[in-house]
């Protein structure tokens, strides 16, 4: 268990339709991280946020947008869904900007129907 | 761009025999580079890493990675293979974007199969 949570395991959904996926890091850690995982396309970064603040932007689409609140949990929100977003959406966090390891969490599967 | 490469996309060995998963990969600047293994339905979980020092870094469960700067490779080797090392195993470069983020990129991921 790395200590990294994720909610909801799984989520079956319509083209079109938002949701949202929730991330809790590690105690502690103060980034957090989003990664796409696909079979056409591999693992794929989206954002980093830091404290709070957005740090770096990966192959994220204009559809998708997250956030990190006050106690550093973060969000993943993913609107007008195509059947192409269907993936394991991955949220890992680190301590802080420096070149230590990312812990990763459990995963979200999405399936767009 | 930062980038790795797995060259191979699945890789066999016999249980007990050594097994390597290769990788190498291109920078600029000091690499800083890392292997994550991902079991079905599972995320994934950190191995080892090389930031500086010894080339040869040593792992959880028993994996060890080499560097080596003149080959830009960063090949995952364990001495004796075991049925519940099958998985699916990925190299990653710490990659600062601009200078601003510490994102991971990695490689389209080797599997590994070891056989009783």
């Known amino acids: 268990d790395s200590g990294v949570t994720q909610t909801p395991k799984h989520l079956i959904t319509a083209t079109g339709q938002r949701v949202t996926l929730r991330c809790s890091p590690r105690?502690?850690?103060?980034?957090v991280y989003w990664y796409q995982q696909s079979l056409d396309q591999g693992l794929q970064f989206l954002i980093q946020?830091?404290?709070?603040?957005?740090?770096a932007k990966g192959n994220i689409l204009e559809r998708f947008s997250a956030q990190q609140f006050p106690d550093l949990h973060s969000e993943l929100n993913l609107s007008s869904l195509e059947l192409g977003d269907s993936a394991l959406y991955f949220c890992?966090?680190?301590?802080?900007?420096?070149?230590?390891?990312?812990?990763f969490g459990p995963g979200t599967r999405l399936t767009v129907l | 761009a930062q980038s790795v490469a797995q060259p191979e996309d699945q890789v066999n060995v016999a249980e007990g025999n050594p097994l390597t998963v290769k990788c190498t990969y291109s920078?600029?600047?000091?690499?800083?580079l890392f292997w994550y293994v991902q079991y079905p339905n599972r995320g994934l979980q950190f191995l080892l890493k090389?930031?500086?020092?010894?080339?040869l870094v040593k792992g959880s469960y028993g994996f060890e990675a080499e560097f080596n700067e003149s080959q830009t490779s960063f090949h995952l080797k364990k001495p004796s293979a075991l049925v519940s090392d099958s998985a699916l195993y990925f190299c990653?470069?710490?990659?600062?974007?601009?200078?601003?983020?510490?994102?991971?990129?990695f490689g389209g991921g080797t599997r590994l199969m070891v056989k009783p």
């Open positions: 890992a966090s680190s301590r802080g900007l420096g070149a230590g390891e990312q812990f």
């Open positions: 105690s502690g850690d103060l980034s």
């Open positions: 946020y830091y404290n709070g603040e957005e740090r």
């Open positions: 920078v600029s600047g000091n690499p800083y």
């Open positions: 090389y930031i500086t020092g010894d080339n």
């Open positions: 990653a470069v710490r990659d600062m974007k601009d200078n601003a983020g510490n994102m991971l990129t």
